[in-house]
């Protein structure tokens, strides 16, 4: 028997209506969107659908939705995008030229994602200076420390609208009130949030925003940048004028197509789906607490988090052993345990989370094709699991 699937923050599977959309696009219609013949038209008008496929569902403009090669490329482009154009271009790149000064100053939190958190670790290499703000124990930001920690150098906020790990959700319109009354830029990145939660770029006020199309039912490898109109960055890649000169290389077609799918199916469930996935995630949390009691732990925020999310500590063992001993499910978890040492999850090590606490951390995420048998069985599987002596 197949395990239980409860990583959809992990990766989701593809939706067989986004299938069915993309093989016409793997098959017969292999057109390169830059020809001018009948193929590259039709490739062309495809590619532009699924742009527009995008927009709606972020509430941009097409104009504005960058293709990229997934998240991580996204949050790459947003961040070095901004401090390079400033490193060269207007006054500050004059002065950095003529006195060697690099006056760029940027500003995350202590819990995003490495795609967000590596570009930014890279470009202290170019003298961009960086200030992480803090999450408390729920793994918020408060808009206060992003308020406090801006300067008059700092040209980008990036802080993200969910967390991959424990779910929670950031306060990111009270953080775009005060980067838009400080002229700075803010990017978010909704990998996690999409389908989930409503997603709205004017309703957030941001500036940049990255998007996944592996958590979203579309394939891995494809992605979106959403890049506000007016906001000036530099590239990423170089090469020929692909994507209105703002990334090079040619289209990836089918899997275009596929993430525009994935985002019309995701806009026409929201709703549904919300309640739907919250409902399975409670029960399963329901399901647990009725026998650990105290025993069992929740991170990230009761409220503020994405309905799918459940990251529990089991007290008393170490997620990663817990699992092993669970092949019926396949979850994820922030800390293991290599060689007796016990690894623990970054993120709950921000917020704070007690190292038992910390060891103990299972997430379990459920989606669109997770059904109430599983999360009974699931529970069951879990509870045995935990009644059962670890291996030494
Ligand atoms: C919050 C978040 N951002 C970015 C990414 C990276 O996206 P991709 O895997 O498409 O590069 C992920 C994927 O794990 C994610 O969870």
């Known amino acids: 028997m197949k395990p239980i699937y409860l990583d959809y923050n992990a990766t989701t599977p593809l939706d067989p209506a986004v299938v069915e959309a993309m093989l016409p696009f793997l098959q017969k219609q292999f057109g390169n969107p830059s020809s001018t013949h009948e193929f590259g038209l039709r490739a062309a008008e495809a590619v532009q659908l699924a742009r527009v496929q995008v927009a709606r569902l972020i509430g941009a403009s097409p104009e504005e939705v960058i293709f990229t090669s997934g998240g991580t490329e996204a949050s790459n482009h947003a961040i070095k995008g901004v401090v390079f154009a400033r490193l060269t271009r207007g006054l500050s790149g004059l002065l950095s030229r003529l006195f ?45 420390d992003v308020k406090r920690a801006i300067t008059r150098d700092t040209v980008l906020v990036s802080i993200m609208h969910s967390n991959n790990e424990i779910g929670t959700l950031q306060p990111i319109g009270e953080i775009s009130a005060i980067t838009r009354s400080r002229g700075v830029l803010l990017h978010t990145d ?44 530099d590239n990423l890649m170089h090469g020929a004028g ?38 399975l995630r409670d029960r399963l949390h329901q399901r647990l607490r009725e026998v650990l009691g105290e025993r069992l732990v929740l991170n990230g925020h009761p409220e503020k988090r994405l309905p799918n999310t459940l990251n529990v500590s089991f007290l008393g063992h170490v997620g990663g052993e817990l699992l092993q001993r669970t092949p019926g499910i396949a979850a994820s978890t922030g800390s293991a345990c290599h060689e007796g040492k016990v690894s ?20 379990l995420s459920v989606g669109r094709f997770t059904t109430e048998e599983e999360i009974e069985r699931a529970a069951e599987l879990l509870l045995t699991a935990v009644r059962s002596p670890a291996r030494a």
Do not use: W
């Open 100 to 144: 060697g000064q690099r006056d760029t100053h940027v500003i995350i939190s202590a819990i995003e994602h490495p795609a967000t958190a590596q570009p930014v670790e890279y470009l202290r290499r170019f003298g961009c200076r960086v200030s992480i703000v803090p999450v408390d124990r729920t793994g918020l930001v408060d808009p206060e």
């Open 344 to 363: 623990r999850s970054p993120v709950l090590c921000a917020m704070g989370v007690p190292l038992e606490v910390n060891a103990g951390a299972v997430r």
């Open 190 to 233: 909704v990998a996690q949030s999409l389908g989930k939660v409503p997603v709205d770029v004017d309703e957030l006020s941001v500036d940049l925003l990255t998007l996944a199309g592996h958590k979203l039912y579309a394939p891995k490898g494809v992605g979106a940048l959403y890049v506000r109109k007016g906001v000036t960055l």
């Open 242 to 279: 692909h994507e209105q000169g703002r990334r090079a290389g040619t289209e990836n077609v089918p899997y275009l197509i596929g993430l525009g799918t994935a985002c019309d199916i995701a806009r026409d469930s929201l709703p549904e789906a919300m309640f739907r996935l919250r409902t």
